[in-house]
């Protein structure tokens, strides 16, 4: 069945479990980079406003999103790791054989260029940088935009710019095109 909302059929999570789950998350890339720490680590979510995090379309476009990915990592990647099933949202983190630099720039072309890649997070560190993130601006690239108006993503963030409504149906137009993308239609006549 496919479904016609990106939200349909999911469900919420708390502010407790938004802050466990980043710990949770900086203490996976701790230990990857721990693992192997000349390598590049590439730590992959979803930018999903709100309290709803999981769900079967957000899913489906993680997944797609995470192959584009891998096939742009391609040979680099050394070791992967895929949690699908956080309620937080799905995440993945990718070891690389890439340096720092390379694997964010294949990271900020992804985020810039693929049909996905504006509500994909793809952050990029290493222990040899004390797992320091290598920004956007660092490397001469504009900042985040948002997925709603086309703005500094962090802006409209901080300012909430956007309503609930407007963030939603802009989610829902990028689920869409993703679902026209698989060649897929949703019935229009499908209850809401």
């Known amino acids: 069945m496919i479904l016609k909302h990106v939200f349909e059929n999911g469900s919420e999570v708390t502010l407790d479990q938004i802050l466990l789950n980043k710990e949770w998350r900086a203490h996976k890339q701790t230990q990857l980079m ?14 999903i406003p709100g309290a709803m995090k999981q769900s079967p379309a957000i899913l489906a476009m993680f997944q797609r999103g995470l192959k584009t990915l891998e ?71 504009d900042t985040r935009k948002c997925f709603v108006c086309g703005e500094d993503a962090k802006i409209c963030a901080r300012s909430q710019q956007h309503s609930k409504t407007e963030m939603t149906e802009a989610l829902d137009v990028i689920y869409q095109s993703f679902l026209a993308d698989q060649g897929e239609r949703v019935n229009d006549n499908a209850t809401d």
Do not use: C, W
């Not at 721990?34 to 930018?47: F, Q, Y």
């Not at 742009?72 to 949690?83: A, V």
């Open 71 to 141: 096939h742009m990592y391609g040979q680099s990647i050394i070791d992967e790791t895929i949690d699908f099933d956080r309620p937080t949202g799905p995440e993945a983190f990718m070891v690389l054989n890439q340096s720092l630099h390379d694997a964010k720039i294949n990271g900020i072309r992804f985020e810039q260029t693929d049909s996905l890649g504006r509500i994909f997070d793809v952050d990029v560190m290493a222990a040899s940088d004390d797992g320091q993130q290598l920004s956007r601006t660092e490397l001469g690239f």
């Open 34 to 47: 721990t693992r192997v720490p000349e390598a590049s680590l590439v730590s992959i979510k979803m930018n």
